[in-house]
């Protein structure tokens, strides 16, 4: 073997070898030179953040759109991505009419529909835009109504890259291959959410396990299901109302933390058995921003009608409500619909559904800055994301504010699409994907 050869492998084997102890990053992401894997509603290590990544700084629709397709019927999930296939859940209401017409609640506020909806999965060539296939996973006239900023198909998919895993709630939990054939299904009942708002948590698969949150206004629960087959391993009632937060699932200590935000408490299970290993009161109601995590600890937000974050080591066991074991408390200015984002040691986050951005320092909560205007920000419901240094906020009006990462707020470029955007942006390689209400856009560099 010549000696060139033998060096280069040589240094590869040293290069895995180091990175396997740096937490959070895997040998794949460093040793490939773009990340092409957007596999969940957050990215590869559900935190937002695009490793090795370069998608542009600025566009609009004449400027660095590779791509446009068209999406039908509603929609607010995040698109997936597994190297070049993309994956989009969508509703689609038909003229198709109910003989018999669901009853509302007496506590919702919304009225069901009266038309039957086909529950749309569709998946979309990477490259070009071209739809590659699409299935009804079924059709149904939904039980109850949702909000007026919510769509029957807010709850996006999950992907180990051998199996796609889709949820509409009430309407089942539907597995597929990566060619659109069905695996398998699950109806796990219907869900009566608060004031008939709607559905929109996310499953979560890790490993063989494929985490479902249901938390509404009847007995809530988390179940864990076989991602193989469908059939359930365990389930866990919980003592919560209704949420839309999207699980965590972290390696700690030699278990495997299920990490849940809820109004009443955020709790941690162990994957392998369900049992509670700790948990923390002290959040506002309708908790909807999914926990994240940076080293050890984890950090939790919500902020209906008032503010909450916390920092919770995953070392902690049992109940630590009021106790020295939170790290910190901030009280101020936390988000209501999107979650934060973890840079190195600051995390962004902004105020209720405004473009009012607060940055901490993770590890002991002082602000690095405070409640500062995002440019052009109004109504935001997306969750941010980041990559190369870089952190993207959108908000409902398809309008995406581009800072630069550090301890001064330093915007670096406004862009807008001019349709409304509700979807956490995704991104992969040198690309960027944007779902707005009518259409899946690819934002990339021209000049590339």
């Given at each position: 073997?010549?000696?060139?050869?033998?060096?280069?492998?040589?240094?590869?084997?040293?290069?895995?070898?180091?990175?396997?102890?740096?937490?959070?990053?895997?040998?794949?992401?460093?040793?490939?030179?773009l990340?092409?894997?957007?596999?969940?509603?957050?990215?590869?290590?559900?935190?937002?953040?695009?490793?090795?990544?370069?998608?542009?700084?600025?566009?609009?629709?004449?400027?660095?759109?590779?791509?446009?397709?068209?999406?039908?019927?509603e929609?607010?999930?995040?698109?997936?991505?597994?190297e070049?296939?993309?994956?989009?859940?969508?509703?689609l209401?038909?003229?198709?009419?109910?003989?018999?017409?669901?009853?509302?609640?007496?506590?919702?506020?919304?009225?069901?529909?009266?038309?039957?909806?086909?529950?749309?999965?569709?998946?979309?060539?990477?490259?070009?835009?071209?739809?590659l296939w699409?299935?009804?996973?079924c059709?149904?006239?939904?039980?109850?109504?949702?909000?007026n900023?919510?769509?029957?198909?807010?709850?996006?998919p999950?992907?180990?890259?051998?199996?796609?895993?889709?949820?509409?709630?009430?309407?089942?939990?539907?597995?597929?291959?990566?060619?659109?054939?069905?695996?398998?299904?699950?109806?796990?009942?219907?869900m009566?959410?608060?004031?008939?708002?709607?559905?929109?948590?996310?499953?979560?698969v890790?490993?063989?396990?494929?985490?479902?949150?249901?938390?509404?206004?009847?007995?809530?629960?988390?179940?864990v299901?076989?991602?193989?087959?469908?059939e359930?391993?365990?389930?866990?009632?919980?003592?919560?109302?209704t949420?839309?937060?999207?699980?965590?699932?972290?390696?700690?200590?030699?278990?495997?933390?299920?990490?849940?935000?809820?109004?009443?408490?955020?709790?941690?299970?162990?994957?392998?058995t369900?049992?509670?290993?700790?948990?923390?009161?002290?959040?506002?109601?309708?908790?909807?921003?999914?926990?994240?995590?940076?080293?050890g600890?984890?950090?939790?937000?919500?902020?209906?009608?008032s503010s909450?974050?916390?920092?919770?080591?995953?070392?902690?066991?049992?109940?630590?409500?009021?106790?020295?074991?939170?790290?910190?408390?901030h009280?101020?200015?936390?988000?209501?619909?999107?979650?934060?984002?973890?840079?190195?040691?600051?995390?962004?986050?902004?105020?209720?559904?405004?473009?009012?951005?607060?940055c901490?320092?993770?590890?002991?909560?002082?602000p690095?800055?405070?409640r500062?205007?995002?440019?052009?920000?109004?109504?935001?419901?997306?969750?941010?994301?980041?990559?190369?240094?870089?952190?993207?906020?959108?908000?409902?009006?398809?309008?995406?504010?581009?800072?630069?990462?550090?301890?001064?707020?330093?915007?670096?470029?406004?862009?807008?699409?001019?349709?409304?955007?509700?979807?956490?942006?995704?991104?992969?390689?040198?690309?960027?994907?944007?779902?707005?209400?009518?259409?899946?856009?690819?934002?990339?560099?021209?000049?590339?």
């Open positions: 073997m010549p000696f060139r050869t033998r060096f280069i492998q040589h240094a590869c084997i040293v290069l895995l070898t180091t990175i396997a102890f740096i937490p959070g990053v895997s040998a794949e992401e460093v040793v490939s030179p990340n092409l894997h957007w596999p969940q509603w957050r990215g590869p290590q559900a935190d937002g953040v695009a490793r090795n990544c370069d998608p542009p700084m600025e566009w609009s629709l004449s400027k660095n759109v590779k791509w446009k397709t068209p999406i039908p019927g929609g607010s999930a995040t698109p997936i991505v597994w070049d296939q993309m994956f989009v859940v969508a509703a209401a038909t003229d198709r009419v109910a003989t018999t017409t669901p009853r509302a609640d007496e506590e919702a506020k919304t009225q069901p529909p009266a038309v039957y909806y086909q529950f749309l999965v569709l998946s979309f060539d990477r490259r070009t835009g071209k739809q699409r299935q009804v996973a059709e149904q006239v939904p039980h109850e109504g949702k909000h900023t919510n769509t029957y198909a807010s709850a996006s999950t992907t180990d890259g051998r199996r796609l895993y889709v949820s509409f709630g009430s309407r089942g939990i539907y597995c597929y291959d990566l060619g659109g054939q069905l695996l398998w299904t699950r109806d796990l009942g219907e009566r959410t608060r004031y008939g708002w709607g559905e929109a948590t996310s499953p979560v890790y490993g063989d396990s494929l985490v479902i949150n249901w938390d509404h206004e009847d007995q809530s629960f988390i179940e299901l076989d991602a193989a087959t469908g359930t391993k365990w389930k866990a009632d919980r003592d919560e109302p949420s839309w937060a999207t699980p965590l699932i972290v390696e700690h200590a030699g278990r495997t933390q299920v990490i849940a935000n809820g109004t009443n408490r955020v709790r941690s299970y162990d994957l392998a369900g049992d509670v290993i700790w948990e923390c009161g002290g959040q506002s109601v309708n908790a909807i921003p999914s926990p994240i995590l940076a080293g600890t984890v950090f939790c937000m919500s902020g209906y009608r909450a974050a916390l920092a919770i080591p995953l070392s902690a066991t049992g109940d630590i409500t009021g106790t020295d074991h939170v790290l910190w408390h009280r101020q200015g936390t988000p209501y619909v999107p979650s934060p984002i973890i840079v190195d040691d600051h995390i962004y986050f902004t105020g209720s559904n405004t473009g009012i951005l607060t901490l320092d993770i590890r002991t909560g002082k690095i800055f405070e500062q205007r995002l440019p052009e920000l109004k109504n935001v419901y997306a969750s941010p994301v980041a990559a190369n240094g870089l952190i993207y906020f959108t908000d409902r009006n398809g309008t995406t504010v581009v800072i630069r990462h550090g301890s001064d707020l330093e915007v670096l470029a406004i862009n807008n699409l001019a349709e409304p955007i509700d979807a956490s942006p995704a991104i992969v390689g040198n690309q960027l994907f944007l779902r707005t209400a009518n259409h899946l856009y690819c934002i990339e560099n021209e000049a590339r």
